[in-house]
């Protein structure tokens, strides 16, 4: 298998959350450029973003002016 980032050689892992989950799930590593690849990320690579509404209004920025 080639890395989708690097074309580099990829290896099977076992890797944990790291948010702290104890559960260990299946993933790839490239052993060039370190990308992690897993179900969730490919998943995640092929849904659509939705996009916010350009009619939402944004906060100004504290120290930026929105005057022109």
């Known amino acids: ?38 179900a969730m990320i490919l998943a995640n690579r092929n849904h659509p973003i939705r996009r916010l509404s350009s009619k939402v209004p944004r906060l100004p920025v504290a120290g930026c002016s929105l005057d022109r």
């Open 1 to 38: 298998m080639h890395c989708a980032r690097c074309n580099g050689f990829v290896v099977p892992e076992q890797t944990s959350d790291p948010h702290g989950a104890t559960e260990r799930f299946e993933a790839v590593r490239c052993l060039n450029c370190g990308n992690i690849e897993d």
